[in-house]
């Protein structure tokens, strides 16, 4: 029996060793916001499968939680940014978008958001600084020998070099789309589709909200959330939208942080927060209401959800516009919203089977998949890990000046050429002419 144990024992401790033959350490520099979710969720799949994982996390987060256990291991960056910064910049960044800009025409609009982000700039900068110039965390890093670092472009830190240099780096690239969402047009071979990566199937309600959903019979409900972005809306747009709300058979589940707006219905009940994924992915949910974030459209996606979108700023109003192209949502203005202009969109998109049978159709594309989104991630990741980078797969374009790269150089040659040519002509023509005038002057004379 002993033998039998040693040989077992063995067996397993090779097991092991071999199935951390390909586990490296990863550095993570991310974004916070809806960003953190995706980047969560590729970092706790790397973590199951033995990769040591670090995140360099800015002492003021909102949803990168380095204080809770995590099997992640956070290196917590201080920086000299005032202790209220990062709320300021927020809450003037909500209240650009939300009441500043609307009325004003595109390029004022234009304007006063690039001075907001020129303003932004300055915490940026701090970010970078405080781990850039910080010789003791840099030299923890260099002396671990990270195998990879992965970054949100979102938030690059490049300061010797141009933004375009900084991000013309990259060895891969994870896009968090897909084709169910993207139209067909050529990507460089760095380039890996990932949408709806976080997405999973719906877990049970807590109990409370499952009875809320199940009390409204055959008619369904309603799923309402502009993201985490926007907790609340002005007295005037929160009445004029619990008005529409309050118009349609379905019970509504409204994820909104603000004063309870005095038109809100008996059907419509205001939440702190949602289980957004479970909801959509419940038999009862018959529509959803969002801002246009990828997360949010993704969600809908996979659990085939047709939608109504409000975009309000950002990538948004491309998000719907692919999914209103692609059958699957309508679009109220945001800027100019109405109640009946809400509940027009809400009725047709419930009511009319043409929606329903395009969302699950994408939904049908998303699933049809030889390899997961999470999968597809993960495997490019550890094989840059593995290759020690990806350089073949990287466009020449990246190496060239961009004098070159627009081909500036050939354009000039060949301006030269011809203007040469020209000038030859010209002078030969010139010349000629002179001559032929000459000899008819001589002719004259004699």
């Avoid at 199951?48 to 800015?58: K, M, Q, W």
């Avoid at 970010?127 to 003791?136: A, D, K, L």
């Avoid at 240099?165 to 890996?192: C, H, S, V």
């Avoid at 972005?229 to 379905?250: C, F, G, M, R, Y």
């Amino acid at each position: 029996m002993m033998p039998g144990k040693w040989a077992l024992a063995i067996l397993l401790t090779l097991l092991c060793w071999a199935g951390c033959g390909f586990c490296g350490k990863v550095l993570v520099w991310p974004c916070d916001m809806s960003h953190w979710l995706n980047m969560k969720c590729i970092l706790e799949e790397l973590i199951e499968r033995g990769h040591e994982v670090t995140v360099l996390a800015p002492q003021r987060t909102v949803l990168i939680d380095y204080r809770k256990t995590s099997a992640m291991k956070f290196e917590v960056v201080h920086s000299t940014e005032d202790k209220n910064y990062l709320e300021n910049s927020t809450n003037k960044f909500l209240d650009l978008v939300l009441n500043v800009l609307p009325p004003l025409p595109a390029w004022q609009s234009a304007v006063k958001l690039n001075y907001f982000f020129i303003e932004l700039n300055g915490y940026f900068k701090l970010r970078c600084e405080s781990v850039v110039y910080n010789q003791t965390l840099m030299r923890k890093l260099q002396e671990t020998n990270y195998d990879i670092l992965i970054t949100d472009p979102v938030m690059p830190c490049g300061e010797t070099t141009t933004l375009c240099e900084t991000l013309g780096k990259a060895d891969m690239w994870l896009i968090r789309t897909y084709w169910d969402f993207e139209y067909p047009q050529p990507y460089l071979p760095n380039f890996e589709f990932v949408g709806g990566l976080h997405c999973k199937p719906a877990k049970p309600l807590p109990k409370e909200m499952e009875e809320f959903v199940q009390s409204s019979g055959e008619d369904g409900v309603v799923v309402f959330s502009l993201g985490s972005t926007v907790p609340n809306l002005t007295e005037e747009k929160s009445n004029l939208i619990a008005s529409a709300l309050a118009q349609i058979p379905q019970k509504v589940l409204w994820r909104y942080e603000g004063k309870k707006p005095a038109t809100l219905g008996a059907n419509t009940q205001l939440y702190d927060w949602l289980p957004q994924n479970d909801l959509l992915g419940h038999p009862k949910t018959k529509a959803f209401i969002t801002h246009g974030g990828i997360n949010g459209i993704y969600e809908a996606i996979y659990h085939g959800v047709p939608m109504v979108g409000i975009p309000i700023f950002g990538d948004q109003s491309d998000n719907i516009a692919h999914m209103k192209a692609k059958g699957a949502a309508l679009e109220v203005n945001f800027n100019t919203i109405t109640s009946t202009d809400l509940l027009r969109a809400l009725r047709a998109v419930i009511n009319d089977p043409f929606y329903k049978e395009n969302a699950m159709r994408l939904s049908r594309i998303h699933h049809d998949q030889p390899v997961k989104p999470l999968d597809r991630a993960v495997f490019w990741i550890e094989f840059v890990m593995r290759h020690k980078g990806a350089k073949h797969l990287r466009a020449a374009a990246y190496n060239l000046p961009w004098f070159q790269y627009h081909s500036l150089d050939v354009i000039g040659f060949l301006l030269a050429c011809v203007t040469t040519a020209i000038f030859l002509v010209t002078k030969c023509c010139l010349f000629s002419c002179q001559k032929f005038g000459k000899t008819e002057k001589k002719k004259k004379r004699e």
